[in-house]
């Protein structure tokens, strides 16, 4: 992949069309069918090391921060160790509690956000082990971790992540797989993600050639007064990102809740203007998520529903293709980068250089 445009208009466009290939990338040469795992070169954790780990701590700020929650997930689901995600911005003016068990994971695209490096450097002053989770080589995080893994998903111009986005959840996927499998993760688990891995590139394609509804939606929503993005577990930091990139690229005003929150505050912002995007896994959780649509219908809220079926309560649905269950966000916010790209695109917006921002924040 090159700075060149490739015939798109532009690059946040150009880069959610390489999520194929870059999903792929991240993949290549690391998958390891005999044992039914990954081989992560660069992590300098061995088996022994990773038995002893007790928590995972995981830093970074906006996208960067939100691919943390998901990774979260993945290695309490599939390593069953405790895991959280904190914005490293916060945890780096709090005089956190730096516990030797614990193994701390800095994430960023760009490896130069300066919260984040502070936050590393912070840690390591502290006698911390360090993983890096990061895009560009030899980046100042990249150097300054004890080892991790590059998401690898080539050079990223627009200011709103997309593509390595995407590339860092399955970065997360590949890591926790790797400690699932140095702990308890059966063999059979372990071929069952590794099979969904591997479908995640042509679903990806699939997804993507879902376009033009999803341009179709977006002319729809782009007057929308607000909106407001819900989901709950694996459908929350979804929710949360999905609506951090409607706001960067489009200026709508979004915020994200996990939809068990609703009733306990935001329900009362609902109302025809205010439309909900609500992205459905088809998890145990469907049934509850589907109370949640009644709640915003009886307030006469619109709904846009992203998952695996036709959801009646909802006004659309966006189906996405089925995977594993713990590889549901990956898949599932792809639609939500095309929505907003195409409100942003709707509303005559400066799509690669939103206001305000920077591709990478390397100042206090
Ligand atoms: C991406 O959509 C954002 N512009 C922003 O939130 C970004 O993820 C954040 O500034 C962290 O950047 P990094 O991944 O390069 O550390």
Do not use: W
């Amino acid at each position: 992949e090159s700075y060149d445009m490739g015939g798109h208009d532009t690059y946040m466009h150009k880069e959610i069309h390489e999520q194929v290939d870059a999903v792929d990338r991240v993949l290549r040469g690391r998958i390891d069918d005999r044992f039914s795992t990954v081989r992560l070169g660069g992590l300098n954790l061995d088996a022994r090391e990773a038995r002893g780990v007790r928590r995972v701590k995981i830093l970074g700020c906006g996208s960067a921060y939100h691919t943390g929650l998901i990774g979260a997930q993945l290695i309490e689901e599939l390593a069953r160790i405790p895991a959280d995600a904190e914005p490293a911005s916060e945890f780096r003016y709090r005089n956190p509690v730096v516990d030797p068990d614990t193994l701390y994971i800095a994430v960023s695209q760009s490896g130069e956000t300066y919260d984040t490096l502070a936050a590393v450097q912070e840690l390591k002053r502290k006698g911390a082990r360090v993983l890096g989770v990061v895009n560009v080589v030899g980046s100042a995080i990249a150097r300054e971790t004890d080892g991790g893994v590059y998401v690898h998903a080539g050079p990223e111009v627009c200011v709103v992540s997309t593509k390595c986005f995407t590339n860092t959840a399955v970065a997360f996927a590949l890591l926790a797989l790797h400690l699932g499998r140095i702990r308890d993760l059966s063999v059979a688990d372990g071929k069952r993600i590794i099979a969904g891995l591997r479908k995640l590139p042509e679903q990806i394609a699939e997804v993507l050639s879902g376009e033009e509804e999803i341009k179709e939606l977006a002319a729809e929503y782009a007057n929308a007064k607000s909106m407001m993005f819900v989901g709950r577990v694996r459908g929350y930091p979804v929710a949360r990102e999905a609506s951090l990139k409607l706001k960067e690229v489009s200026y709508v005003h979004a915020e994200a809740y996990p939809a068990s929150e609703l009733k306990h505050g935001p329900l009362a912002l609902i109302e025809p203007e205010v439309p909900t995007v609500a992205v459905l896994p088809d998890d145990d959780l469907l049934e509850k998520n589907r109370a949640t649509l009644e709640e915003i219908k009886a307030r006469s809220g619109r709904i846009l529903a992203v998952a695996h079926r036709e959801q009646e309560k909802a006004d659309h649905t966006i189906v996405v293709p089925r995977n594993e269950v713990e590889l549901d966000p990956i898949l599932m916010g792809i639609p939500l980068q095309l929505l907003a790209y195409h409100t942003a695109l709707a509303l005559g917006r400066d799509i690669d250089k939103p206001r305000n921002l920077a591709k990478s924040v390397t100042v206090e």
